[in-house]
């Protein structure tokens, strides 16, 4: 009732009379009437703000995972030691993600001001769907008050901030905007749709020569930074002529050399993207990247049939048992194998076809399915990326709402109350699936547990969800997860990640020749991953072994696998400083400082090797750096502390008496 009454008082022009007067007495329809002139845009985006990030407030707390740890917690290139250029052009160019400038420099930004608290992550990437929002809501105002939709402005805004609602609060989002690391996703998908929006004002604008040209230079800045986001933002120019074709020149022979330029050029772009991101050879570029997949491009090709209509069934059904984080599909090996790959395949061709045929019929619906299929291409066709991700739906969903509701506005011209009504029903349903699937994120266990359920024969399941266990202190339940994990996989990437669960967990409970078992069965899979951390966790067990050249041999290969892997450097200084070769240890951890400026740990052990050298004040500072970064909560602020009062008393008594 409390969202009907809110569309209802949002998009009645309080002219007629009938279901307004039951719902408003007659001293308040003035003043509502004059907030709706002057504020009605201001309006939309503040209940657009309030009712999108509502199902979100149960995510602030919601922890970091999988691809977060190498692109956030694990990633030293974030680690900001000032805000200085060089330091964000480091962190932009030098992360895991190195073509994704924008939002490696937003996780700095991030942890420069706020370490690994997650709240202030969540907080970023809500306010980012929310400004999303509100430029889809621009654009397809915009869109509906062009001379081919034949909408009134009322019914136009209302459309659009129906769409944007239901865009906004759809449950199949979440693994965008409550995955952390997806935040390249949103910001990617933020700069397209403003860039659009850009150009659809500068080219439908009545201001002047110097205001359009301003609208057409922020179409621009918007689509680099949405290069600058993320690779699938590179059909950006595509879209734009798409557009152009479909609500600005709809008469194609009038403009047939215009468009032809403009088709060409997008093409040459795209060409050009592919050769920097693919090298000289792009096809062998292409080829070379599914030498570490389970599937072959024929394979991944027949399978995105099947996998593209399942994402349509998820916008049609977005039930929050059928939603997944990260999926077990099955193969497509063959055209008829399984037969539904012959279905989709005709059906995407069927897709085709249709948005051919409504070109000249229903526009909209046409360009809905071309703006789907057109923002899927690069993540879901040749290029060899994991199969299926739902946050891919963040962008192609986009124009999926408003069509539907277009078709429903003129089912139910001359009955508006069941069109409002029946667009409150799924507001609500969408808002309350969307906090429903939020609750799965609660925490690492819970996550894992439901990816689990729902693919149990995944083996990265297990993987996660051991891990997920043995942060939250039962190394039991991850041991039995990654030995589950390792026999559905025993020589893969999966496999190498679960040992290294497993020596981890053997090392929590001192089972230190068990772990070293582990982590050196990591060195002989033929996936070749997780190599520094093995030969960083060997050191750290001959360490506790007492087998000090040994892991001076391991942490020496970590740092020379992983030259910028900061506990290669903290267990080799360990290493050294227990044989008394505090100089070298001094080294190393300053080394390993440089790559990670912001670790405690490594400005602890570089006061224990000052120490023995008596540059006490040296020592001291080290430590005061090392507290900078902790809370008063962690397990070593005492142990600062401590030492910091031990080497205070040794100044004090290499002083002259009376100075």
């Not at 709706?36 to 703000?49: C, T, V």
């Not at 895991?96 to 924008?102: D, M, T």
Request: charged share 15%; net charge positive.
């Amino acid at each position: 009732m409390i969202i009907s009454l809110l569309i209802f008082i949002l998009t009645n022009p309080l002219k007629n009379k009938g279901f307004s007067d039951l719902l408003l007495p007659k001293e308040t329809k003035g003043l509502v009437a004059m907030i709706q002139q002057k504020y009605i845009h201001l309006m939309a985006l503040a209940i657009l703000a309030i009712l999108i990030a509502l199902p979100y407030s149960n995510t602030l707390h919601s922890p970091f995972t999988f691809d977060d740890e190498p692109n956030i917690t694990k990633n030293t290139f974030i680690q900001l030691p000032d805000l200085s250029f060089s330091s964000f052009q480091q962190t932009a160019l030098k992360s895991p993600s190195k073509r994704r400038w924008l939002p490696n420099i937003s996780f700095a930004l991030n942890y420069y001001y706020s370490g690994t608290d997650v709240y202030s992550y969540h907080v970023v990437n809500i306010l980012l769907h929310l400004l999303t929002a509100f430029f889809l809501y621009g654009l397809l105002f915009s869109t509906l008050r062009l001379p081919w939709s034949g909408l009134e402005k009322q019914r136009a805004m209302e459309i659009s901030f129906l769409a944007t609602l239901l865009w906004g609060a759809n449950p199949v989002n979440t693994n965008a905007v409550t995955y952390i690391v997806q935040r390249m996703t949103i910001m990617a998908a933020l700069f397209y749709i403003a860039a659009l929006f850009c150009y659809v004002r500068g080219r439908t604008g009545k201001g002047s020569t110097t205001q359009k040209s301003l609208w057409f230079a922020g179409c621009l800045i918007m689509g680099l930074s949405a290069f600058a986001s993320k690779e699938n933002a590179f059909v950006l120019p595509f879209t734009i002529v798409g557009y152009e074709i479909y609500f600005l020149r709809s008469d194609l022979g009038r403009h047939k050399k215009i468009i032809t330029i403009a088709a060409v050029g997008s093409l040459i772009f795209f060409a050009l993207t592919a050769w920097i991101i693919l090298g000289n050879n792009i096809w062998q570029g292409l080829l070379a990247g599914y030498g570490s997949r389970d599937f072959t491009l024929g394979q991944r090709l027949l399978t995105e049939g099947r996998i593209i209509f399942h994402y349509l069934s998820l916008l049609i059904l977005p039930l929050p048992g059928r939603l997944n984080f990260t999926y077990d599909y099955p193969l497509s090996t063959g055209l008829f194998s399984p037969p539904q790959t012959f279905f989709a395949l005709t059906g995407l061709v069927a897709l085709v076809v249709a948005a051919l045929y409504l070109f000249r019929k229903d526009r909209l619906w046409s360009f809905a399915i071309f703006w789907f299929l057109l923002n899927l291409a690069m993540e879901s066709s040749i290029i060899p990326l994991e199969l299926i991700f739902e946050h891919r739906l963040y962008l192609p969903s986009m124009f999926f709402m408003v069509a539907v509701l277009v078709s429903l506005s003129r089912i139910t011209a001359t009955r508006t109350h069941y069109f409002r009504g029946t667009a409150a029903l799924l507001t609500m349903l969408l808002l309350f699936f969307t906090w429903q699937r939020n609750q799965v994120w609660a925490n690492e266990i819970t996550l894992w547990e439901d990816v689990a359920r729902k693919s149990p024969r995944l083996a990265r399941a297990y993987v996660n969800l051991g891990l997920a266990y043995g942060t939250a202190g039962n190394n039991q339940k991850e041991i039995e997860y990654s030995r589950k994990a390792i026999a559905l996989k025993p020589d893969s990437k999966e496999a190498g990640e679960a040992l290294l669960n497993l020596g981890v967990a053997y090392q929590e409970l001192g089972r230190y020749r068990e772990s070293v078992q582990a982590f050196q069965q990591i060195l002989t899979l033929s996936s070749r991953t997780n190599l520094h951390e093995a030969h960083s966790n060997l050191a750290f067990n001959y360490i506790r072994m007492n087998q000090l050249d040994k892991a001076i041999e391991e942490a020496r290969w970590a740092t020379k696998i992983n030259p910028a892997f900061p506990d290669g450097y903290l267990n080799l200084g360990v290493a050294l400083g227990l044989l008394g070769q505090h100089r070298q240890s001094e080294e190393a951890l300053r080394q390993g400082i440089s790559f990670a400026p912001r670790d405690a740990r490594l400005y602890m052990w570089l006061a224990v090797a000052l120490e023995p050298q008596r540059r006490y004040q040296e020592a001291v500072t080290a430590l005061n750096q090392a507290r900078a970064l902790l809370t008063p909560a962690d397990s070593n602020w005492a142990k600062i502390n401590s030492f910091t009062r031990e080497i205070k008393a040794k100044i004090s008594r290499t002083q002259p008496k009376g100075s």
